[in-house]
């Protein structure tokens, strides 16, 4: 099947400052796009997520951007804090039943 | 609510070794799914079920067998384990499908095989 592509795979950046992660689809029919925070130890857990009908969706710290012409999704990350540092992963429903998933990111913020 | 409990937590097999990992849910939730996450690879989707006494194939089902003979169990099993099935599996679920309910993640089983 179709895969989602994630970038970058590892993020480095100073507490205060912001990250940015970038994931593209190949679907057009994909309409749903969540992202999850994986903590060291545990299993995945939806952080924000965004569907086809909005262009952008914020919640205090995180924000996600859709933009569909171009088929790709952000996660932005403001004021970024050591308990931010953990595995992100885009994903999107192009299988319709089920979500497929981006290889992750490693985002490590160093205080 | 305990969410979504995998049993065990870690499995060492011998390749050939037969194994069932259980998955159980206590939120009433008709989907749920069963993935690997390898280094580097993400996670990927072995076997789903739509409900009850459903069962499909995700993107990597080969060497996996699964049941849903209760709504709130999900199992997968391993018939005869190859070191290449040595991973972390997460059991997740969801009230409806992908197309934009939540997916709850248990604590995962690591499994090595030697």
């Known amino acids: 099947g179709e895969n989602v592509e994630q970038h970058p795979s590892t993020l480095s950046v100073q507490e205060g400052d912001s990250a940015v992660i970038k994931c593209t689809y190949s679907?057009?029919?994909?309409?749903?796009f969540p992202w999850y925070k994986q903590e060291l130890g545990k299993g995945p857990q939806l952080i924000i997520d965004?569907?086809?009908?909005?262009g952008e969706k914020k919640d205090q710290r995180i924000a996600v951007t859709l933009n569909k012409t171009a088929k790709h999704f952000s996660l932005h990350i403001t004021e970024t804090q050591p308990e931010d540092s953990a595995v992100y992963f885009c994903?999107?429903?192009?299988?319709?039943?089920?979500?497929?998933f981006g290889k992750g990111t490693t985002l490590s913020v160093s205080s | 609510n305990a969410g979504v409990t995998q049993t065990p937590k870690f499995r060492v097999l011998k390749t050939g070794q037969s194994m069932t990992l259980l998955c159980a849910q206590d939120?009433?939730?008709?989907?749920m799914y069963w993935y690997r996450q390898d280094p580097g690879m993400g996670l990927r989707l072995i076997h789903y079920?739509?409900?009850?006494?459903?069962?499909a194939k995700g993107e990597v089902p080969d060497g996996y067998n699964v049941s849903r003979l209760k709504k709130q169990n999900f199992l997968l099993g391993l018939e005869s384990a190859a070191p290449s099935q040595t991973s972390v599996y997460f059991c997740?679920?969801?009230?409806?499908?992908?197309?934009?309910?939540?997916?709850?993640f248990g604590p995962g089983t690591r499994l090595l095989v030697l």
């Open positions: 997740a679920s969801s009230y409806v499908g992908g197309t934009g309910e939540t997916q709850y």
């Open positions: 679907d057009s029919a994909s309409n749903y």
């Open positions: 965004i569907r086809s009908n909005v």
């Open positions: 994903a999107d429903n192009q299988a319709g039943t089920a979500l497929i």
């Open positions: 939120m009433n939730h008709e989907y």
């Open positions: 079920s739509v409900g009850e006494g459903t069962t």
